[in-house]
Structure formats: structure tokens, C-alpha cells
């Protein structure tokens, strides 16, 4: 279900310049590289080093870690499996995901689910549609089993955290951080004045409904096929299950509860476009540029076929590139 084209594969004319000059950049490298004396390449293979040692770990490089004469060959997969990393990781993840810390920590779901995938392995979709649920079990937050879970986002704490307050209870701020933190839609709300009516009809007017009502992310209509949000007389929150049958949203996809629409978005090609953006924030502290398509789509391979986040990291730290 392709929801938009990837921006890196569009390759037309106004690109090929760009695109030349790529290469010719990489390949001087290259050449640069093949005919550097030992001392430049051991010098190259510590500076290398300490680069992932940096990046994934946060501290600089142990002696044995300068030693390596291959440190991308080498020391990629250890550090990968270092619980340095993962906290790090899971911690990047977090912040990606939300707006600042959560008030409680089982609010930073995102955080606990992270650290629980990435420990155990588990393919990045596991996130979004696995069977769990984050919440604080014995005193303390974990994540469990659980066969009626999604991801993080049937968990308690999370929904009421993004519960949001419109007044009929339309989850309008779920259904947009559901979108962010799977496909990586980025939109500003725009500020409302305090007289705006912010009911569904103001919601369709000419200046809201390209966010609320049109394009394939449609907020108000992503969040009715969710939950509704219920207040009681003592102020508890509490949900209540969307029963209307499925509805045509996102591309024409027929979606019919919470659960359709977070394997239609798994689904997606943006799914992955996501996965390795935020791999690519991660080890290069930035998004990625018009010349490096490359290693973006070895990213995008590695990881529709061993789906771990590991191995989305794993392809961009190996390439290359990374330690040039
Ligand atoms: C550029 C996209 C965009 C436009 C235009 C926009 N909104 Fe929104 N709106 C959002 C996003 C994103 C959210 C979710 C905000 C969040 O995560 O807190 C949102 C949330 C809302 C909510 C739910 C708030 C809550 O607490 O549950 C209301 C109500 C709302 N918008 C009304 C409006 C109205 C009225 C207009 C037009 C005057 C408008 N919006 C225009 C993007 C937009």
C-alpha cells in the first residue's frame, strides 16, 4: 500500500547532476582510500573506531576497540548487543515518539517497548503490533504478554496520556501520535483562537480540513475508527470500543478498528522509510541527504529481510560511508 512515494527514488532530471556528483565524490574516496600508506589506514581504522564508539555507546573507545584493524567488520555487531547502546537507543526512540517525558515513566511506553524489542531481537514492527502491554506490574513498569495487545498502543497509561480533549471524545491526538510514531507524519496543529469552533463541523472547514478531513492522513477520520474517550462524574478516563464497521481511510483502505490501522501502517511503505529515518538520526545525528540513496536503500533491504532494527542500523554503520 504505498501511501507516498519514497522521496530518495525519485530520481528525475533535475537529480542526475546531483546524482553524478555522488559519485564521483565517493569514488575519489575510494581511490584515496586503496592507496593510503598503513600508518593512514591504521589511523583511519582508530579514528573509525572512536566514531562508533561514540555514536553508539556515548563514551570513547576502549584499547582492544582501537586495535581493531576492520572496527566496521568487527565492532558494529558487539556494540549493537551492548546494553549501552540499547538504553541509549531506547531513550532516542522515546523522544522521537513523544512530546517531552511523559508525567508518569509508564507514560513513556515507547521507551519501555524499545528496550524490550531491541533486547530481545524482535522485528521493529513488534513496537506497534505485538502482543503486549507497558504498564506497572509489581510495582514496576514492564512490558507483558498480553494476546489483546497493540504494541504500546492499547496500553492504559499511553491512551490516557494522548487521550486529548475533544469534547465529543474523538481521539483526534491518538490517532495523530499513532501516525507520527509508525510512518513518521510530521504536521503542526495550527493554534487555535478562542473563540474557534473546534467541533467536528469547525473541523471542516476550508482551514482545518486539510489535516482533519482530507489526504490520506485525515486525523478525523483516522481517529473514528478508535476508541472514544470517556469522563465520568469522579473525572476517571475510560475508553469506549468503536463498533461502527470498517471505513475507507488512508489510501482506500478498508479499516475497521484500531488494530486494521496499525497493520495497514506496518504494511506501508513508510513503514520502513520511518524505521531507517530514525536509524539514520540515530547514528548520524541528522537525516539523510540526496547522496545517500544508497545506503538508505541497503538500509531499506536489510531490514524487509531480517525486520530488526539491529540490522537497519547495522546496514548504515557497515557502509562504508559512515567512516569516511
Ligand atoms: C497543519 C495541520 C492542522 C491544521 C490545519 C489544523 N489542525 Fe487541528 N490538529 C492537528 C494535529 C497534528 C493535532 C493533534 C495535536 C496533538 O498531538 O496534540 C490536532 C488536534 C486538534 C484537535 C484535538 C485537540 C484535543 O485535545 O483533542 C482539535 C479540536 C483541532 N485540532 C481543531 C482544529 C481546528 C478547529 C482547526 C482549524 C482552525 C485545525 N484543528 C487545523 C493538525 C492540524
Redesign the pocket.
Known sequence: MPIRNRKHLVFGPAFAGILALCLSLQSGKAKAEEDAPAVDKSEAAARCATRLSITFLGTSPTASMLASPRPQEELVDVLLDDNVFIERFSRFVNSSFNVGAGERPEQDASYYMAKFVMTNDKPWSEMFVGRYDVDVVDGRVQVVPNPEGLGYFRSKPWLVRYA???PAGIK??TA??MLQNVVGLK????T?APE???SAK??S?P??A???YDNWHA?DKVASVLSKKVVDAEGNVAFEAYTGGPKTILDGVPIASDEDLVQALVGSENFADNACRLAFRFLYGRDENSCEGETFDRCLDELQAKKTMQSALAAIAKNPAFCQ
Open positions: 486529548g480533549n475533544e483526534i491526538v495523530y501520535r504536521l503542526v496543529a495550527t487555535n474557534a469552533d473546534v469547525g473541523r472547514a482551514a482545518c486539510g489535516c482533519h486525523l
